[in-house]
């Protein structure tokens, strides 16, 4: 019993984590860009993307990083192995599986950014 309290605990901190990181304003390299201006452009709408935003990132950050990203790099070993040093098609498979989005951000909820899934550039 005492286990699943603590699950809990552990699990809503990282909700709370991800919901910071999300809604974070631009970083100190970044310039800040005015977002899309829409009519229902309001605090509410704004919170719950932010919010769906961090739960999808819960569920496809490990995803991507423990399952696609590791599995192409195997698939990227053995097709080097197999062709004898085809240094392209390895490359083409690890680009597949560790490139594109990694976090899901609000304005990709909202439809106002493109999310990029594996293999985007």
């Known amino acids: 019993m005492r286990y699943q309290g603590m699950l809990r605990v552990v699990m809503a901190g990282l909700l709370v984590l991800l919901v910071g ?12 860009a005015p977002p899309p201006a829409t009519a229902n452009d309001s605090p509410g709408l704004r919170a719950m993307a932010t919010v769906a935003g961090a739960i999808g990132s819960f569920f496809y950050i490990p995803f991507k990083v423990g399952a ?36 899901i951000t609000p304005q990709m909820v909202r439809g106002q950014e493109e999310f990029q899934g594996a293999g985007a550039r």
């Open 21 to 32: 990181v999300a809604a974070a304003g631009p970083g100190w390299a970044e310039q800040a």
């Open 68 to 103: 696609m990203c590791p599995g192409m790099a195997l698939a990227s070993g053995a097709s080097l192995a197999v062709t004898g040093g085809d240094k392209a098609t390895a490359e083409y498979l690890l680009r597949v599986g560790c490139t594109g989005t990694y976090f």
